[in-house]
Structure formats: structure tokens, C-alpha cells
């Protein structure tokens, strides 16, 4: 009897178990749900799975490739880079990348090792769509900043009610204390009206029902026309007293945007009308609203103190005053600015010093921003 030498039973064993491996691998492969791609250590692509055939626009005649020729097929432009670092160091990578099409992707690439030999021949890279994840992420980013927005409007717009019942409390007092009975009356009706727009205002930022979409985010279908008389009527106690006049030209009046958001907005640029009244000169507002291509316009314009052109686009930063004789914050039109832009519009200022100013809101009504 012939006995085989052990060199061929070492070659035979061995071509059976690559053969095995090859197998195993080729199954893997052609049944895994997820794009993978087998790279070898000369950076030749040996292997892909259906879903890497059909996300990447594979053909079976790329198998045997160098990477260089089919690189621009995988849109990442450090992907051979990454492979030669991994097949060097022998550590796994990972990191997210995105695509030229936008869609984004885990990247995993994980050294192919021969354990016989002690190296790395090649690689095995694992893409997992990370796409809705990662605009979950943008999407949470943004509620979280329109919450932030919301919580500085609150508590920017709760300062003139509560300001208003701090010195309202101090009137009473004194009425009381002189018997004046019909100031004193006086006062606990507007003392009541304050406390009413108060309520209403947190009423506004507070969704109590589940119905209400503004608890998710979503703007709604919204009247600018019936918003600004909700303003006017909440500040008609002060109008009155300073003799203001208000007028009104609404071309056109519904918007898609949150209805708390476009109440502060309107409720702020008011009241910077009022707060910036000219000495001596009877205040006059004019609210309006224009449809220009896909936004509409809101405009509020005042004959006021204006504004100096130095001061035009600081006023917009936070916590900016101009004038710090006049009681504020400094956040009202900021709070404006982040409103609307979170929402695909913006906010322009034309103004002049002792000539009056004159706030744009640009509200996008396009279905994509």
C-alpha cells in the first residue's frame, strides 16, 4: 500500500477547509439582509451581498475589482483610506457617513484575519441605514429648540401682566388707605384684566388636550387676522390709555405655524411699538399682511423712535437692548428671530431714527422647508 506524503495531506486538508470557509462564506453572503462587501488585502472586492449590489449599484462583473475603479460607486471619500488603516492596524473601525444621495450609514470595516498565518487579508464592511435615526436626532434637535424658544417667550411675555399687578397692587393699597372708593373699583378691574391675560397667555403655551397638535410640534392652518385682534383686545387697556391707534390691511390671513408661536410674535413686535413710542407724538400702528411668491408677509409699522442703523441687526441677538431706559429684556426679538427661522421664514427690520420702524415676518408656506 501507497501512503500519501504528509505534504499532500496537508494540501488536500487545507483546499477542503478553504473550500469549507469559501462556502460559509458564500452563503453568508448571498443571504444576509444587510449590505456587506469582502475586500481582499490587495484591495481587490471579492464579494457583495444583493442589498450592497442594489444600494451601491454593484454588477457581478465588479467582483474581482480593484476598489480604486469602483470607489466612486460607495460616495465616501476616505472609504479606501479607512480599508488600509484597518487592514495595517488590525482594529476595528467605525463611524457614521453619508452619502451623496443624503442617506446616512453606520460603517462598520472589521479585519479579515488568516489565523494560520498570523494576518490580515482584507476586510469585511458592514453598512447599517442609520437614515431615520439620524433625522430622528435632527428632528428631536429641533423640538428641543422651539421647547427652549417657547420657555424664553413665557417668560418674556409674562413680565408686562405681572409688572402691571405688582404696581396695580400698590394703587389698590393706596386707594384703600385714602377711601377712594371709585379708584379703588377701578383698579380691581384692571387688576382682574391683567390677571385674564395672564391666564389666557398660559393657557396658550400649556396644551391641555391630546387633540391639539401643537403637542407634537406640528404647526396648524392659522389666522393671522384673528391672532392680531386676540393681541390688540389683551393690550387694549394700555392702547387706550395712550391714545394709540391701530389700523389693519390683511390681503391675506392663513398661515401654517403654531398658534402660541404666532401669538408671541405678534404680542412682542406690538408691544416694542408701544414701548418705543415718540414723546409727544400720537402713536400709530399699522398691521398688514402681503403674499410674496411662497411667503407670506406680516408687517407691523410704527411712527415711533426708530431705530438707529448701527443698532439694525444687533437688536435680533439675544438679550441686546438698545435703550436701557426702557424697561426689558432684551430677548423679545430674538425669541421672534428663532420662531420664525425654525420654520423655514425670517425677520427683517427697516427703520429710522425719530421716523418710526417697520418689522417683516416671513412666514413659508412651501409644503418642503
Known amino acids: 500500500m501507497i501512503f500519501p506524503r504528509t505534504s499532500e495531506v496537508i494540501d488536500e486538508n487545507r483546499s477542503e477547509n478553504d473550500y469549507k470557509k469559501n462556502q460559509d462564506l458564500e452563503n453568508y453572503f448571498a443571504n444576509t439582509i444587510i449590505p456587506q462587501l469582502f475586500i481582499d488585502g490587495n484591495l481587490i472586492l471579492k464579494k457583495f451581498t444583493p442589498p450592497a449590489m442594489k444600494q451601491f449599484s454593484l454588477t457581478d462583473e465588479d467582483v474581482n475589482r480593484d476598489i480604486h475603479d469602483v470607489k466612486e460607486n460607495f460616495r465616501f471619500p ?23 444621495d443624503g442617506k446616512w450609514f453606520q460603517m462598520n470595516i472589521l479585519p479579515y484575519r488568516v489565523f494560520e498565518e498570523n494576518r490580515n487579508d482584507g476586510v469585511i464592511i458592514t453598512f447599517v441605514d442609520i437614515t431615520k435615526r439620524i433625522r430622528a436626532i435632527g ?16 417668560s418674556h411675555d409674562i413680565r408686562q401682566p405681572l409688572s402691571a399687578i405688582v404696581l396695580l397692587s400698590d394703587a389698590l393699597l393706596n386707594a384703600y388707605n385714602k377711601q377712594n372708593t371709585p379708584q379703588f373699583e377701578k383698579y380691581i378691574g384692571t387688576l382682574k384684566a ?48 395712550k391714545g394709540i391707534s391701530i389700523a389693519t390691511d390683511f390681503q391675506t390671513s392663513e398661515i401654517i405655524f403654531s398658534r402660541n408661536n404666532l401669538r408671541s410674535i405678534l404680542y412682542n413686535l406690538l408691544r416694542n411699538s408701544i414701548k418705543y413710542k415718540k414723546a409727544g407724538k400720537p402713536l400709530k400702528i399699522h398691521i398688514s399682511t402681503v403674499k410674496e411668491d411662497d411667503h407670506v408677509v406680516l408687517q407691523v409699522k410704527d411712527n415711533g423712535k426708530g431705530i438707529a442703523v448701527e443698532h439694525q441687526e444687533a437688536i435680533f441677538q439675544k438679550s441686546t437692548r438698545v435703550s436701557h431706559k426702557i424697561e426689558g429684556t432684551g430677548m423679545g426679538l430674538y425669541i421672534i428671530k428663532r420662531m420664525v427661522e425654525n420654520n423655514g421664514g425670517n425677520i427683517k427690520v427697516e427703520s429710522q431714527l425719530g421716523k418710526g420702524s417697520t418689522f417683516s415676518v416671513y412666514f413659508s408656506v412651501s409644503k418642503d422647508r
Open 139 to 154: 428632528e428631536l434637535e429641533k423640538l428641543n429648540s422651539e421647547y427652549n424658544t417657547l420657555i424664553d417667550a413665557l
Open 194 to 241: 391683567s390677571s385674564n391675560a395672564m391666564r389666557d397667555l398660559l393657557n396658550d403655551f400649556i396644551v391641555v388636550s391630546e387633540d391639539q397638535p401643537e403637542l407634537e410640534g406640528e404647526p396648524v392652518r392659522v389666522n393671522i387676522e384673528n391672532i392680531a385682534q386676540d393681541v390688540i383686545i389683551s393690550l387694549k387697556s394700555e392702547i387706550f390709555n
Open 78 to 100: 476616505t472609504l479606501i483610506e479607512n480599508i488600509e488603516e484597518v487592514i495595517q492596524t488590525g482594529e476595528i473601525l467605525e463611524k457614521e457617513v453619508q452619502t451623496t
